[in-house]
């Protein structure tokens, strides 16, 4: 049982675990937050699950969690870890279930005031373009083989296909397509999962809002992402939908056997891994690449059909309709990048669960539009609240491999929320705040209640307090879309 008192305070917002605490550690436990966030993380498993990262072989400087954290699979959800390329591994479970869960952010050129009149007719028309909910059907069906084009190309198929401009896709991580995916390796199950749901939003945390920028903390960041106080934009958060559920679900059985056959040792069957060179591992790689290609690729599609809600509500009711991309970033991905370590440049297999890249100015990875100003860091709040939009600092490439929170981070299970608020009464909360909700199930309502999350402003002060990104601009939400 660890207690706060074996953390070692290293900073305002950082806490560590040292190597010694268990003689299996191959590094330290590190967490970023404050000490009342340490203290819910020590309140389930979160610090268990990291200090069972921080056994695993080829490990790096540290296993880490990020403010939002809490207990998940394997990793605690706001995980990073990252692993030599050569002879590390991979795991699943520092990936998680929705491979590629990300965020998409949309800017308009109105206010509040002049989206206000419409926003009963907007929230009805975004909710029809955009199903949500368990199971449910997308706007496009589609064939085998323009699956197999989804998964080698994600958001590159949507500009094929006329749901993507340019500036869109310079406006995506990894420009929407992660180059190493490979069709034939995602098995038969998720294929079939995957083909009739692009274009949803699904359920659980997936949402989509209506936004207003209500604080700017940099303005001239702020400006370089085209963005200013009282502006209304758009949050689309959702991932991989049943495709990648399953390719993680099929994965995790598949390297079952390879701990034993490879010599690895792990703390916990959660964190099955494979060396990052084994056929194991490869084919991983390849079936999650093009998970997160997959997710890519519905973002982009529901960013087209809110394009289109908003051009049905508003076209020649407004001075204009139309949206700009700000950012769209991952959440649950492990990446091959360059890191500094130790003044040498090595190749890392980055695993990031539940948490954000925060790259900073001027680094190679980062497109045209945003190199000179760094990376966007999309940080949606709980339904209800603030979400924030952060950028990378350079700090944040030695503390944290450039990465950031993701999210809120939930405080009690889904079950938990269930169990203590009602869907109705969470509905009568949000109109009391001016917020509009469009929602297919009252339970999924209840189980997104905002009391289920931790106060996202505490863990955006303990990013900017840690040093792993800036804070830009707030906004808050005027209506709600969930599954």
């Known amino acids: 049982m660890v207690t706060i008192h074996e953390f070692e305070q290293i900073g305002p917002y950082a806490w560590e675990l040292p190597q010694g605490f268990d003689r299996r550690m191959r590094a330290p436990a590190r967490i970023y937050g404050s000490s009342g966030i340490v203290d819910a993380a020590l309140a389930d498993r979160s610090v268990e699950q990291l200090v069972n990262v921080a056994m695993l072989p080829g490990i790096i400087r540290f296993a880490m969690a990020m403010p939002d954290v809490h207990q998940g699979y394997g990793f605690p959800i706001g995980g990073v870890a990252a692993f030599d390329a050569v002879d590390g591994i991979v795991s699943p479970g520092g990936v998680g279930y929705d491979i590629n869960c990300g965020v998409r952010m949309l800017a308009t050129r109105l206010d509040e005031a002049e989206v206000a009149p419409y926003i009963g007719d907007l929230a009805t028309a975004l909710y029809r373009r955009c199903p949500s909910g368990v199971g449910e059907k997308g706007t496009l069906r589609l064939s085998s083989r323009e699956l197999d084009r989804v998964l080698a190309h994600g958001a590159r198929w949507a500009r094929e296909r006329g749901y993507a401009t340019d500036e869109d896709l310079a406006r995506t991580e990894s420009g929407g397509c992660l180059d190493d995916a490979r069709a034939e390796a995602v098995p038969d199950r998720a294929r079939e999962r995957g083909l009739p749901q692009m274009g949803s939003l699904g359920s659980g945390n997936h949402f989509l809002e209506l936004d207003v920028v209500d604080r700017v903390f940099d303005p001239e960041t702020a400006a370089a992402f085209g963005l200013q106080s009282g502006q209304v934009v758009v949050q689309i958060h959702c991932g991989s939908r049943g495709l990648g559920h399953e390719v993680c679900t099929q994965y995790l059985r598949r390297l079952q056997g390879a701990p034993q056959r ?41 960013a087209h059909s809110v394009r289109a809600a908003f051009e049905e509500v508003l076209a020649g009711k407004v001075r204009d309709w139309h949206l700009r991309q700000v950012y769209d970033v991952a959440h649950n991905i492990a990446k091959v990048e360059v890191h500094s370590i130790e003044g040498k440049s090595r190749k890392l297999v980055v695993h990031r669960k539940g948490a954000t890249r925060a790259f900073p100015a001027g680094h190679p990875e980062l ?113 709600v879309i969930k599954g």
């Open 367 to 479: 497109s045209g539009a945003y190199r000179a100003v760094g990376q966007p860091v999309l940080v949606p709040g709980s339904m209800g609240t603030a979400s924030y939009v952060l950028v990378g600092r350079a700090d944040s490439m030695a503390l944290s491999f450039g990465s950031s929170c993701h999210g809120a981070g939930r405080t009690m299970s889904r079950h938990e929320a269930t169990r203590r608020a009602q869907g109705a009464h969470v509905l009568e909360r949000l109109a009391e705040s001016g917020i509009t909700v469009r929602a297919q199930s009252m339970r999924g309502l209840a189980e997104e209640a905002p009391e289920a999350y931790k106060d996202v402003d505490e863990v955006v002060e303990s990013v900017s307090g840690a040093g792993l990104a800036r804070k830009v601009a707030r906004v808050h939400p005027i209506a």
């Open 262 to 302: 490879y010599g690895i040792e792990i703390p916990d069957r959660e964190l099955v891994a494979a060396p990052l060179d084994s056929i194991e591992g490869r084919d991983y790689m390849a079936a999650m690449a093009a998970a997160a290609n997959y997710a890519f690729a519905n973002r982009q599609v529901l």
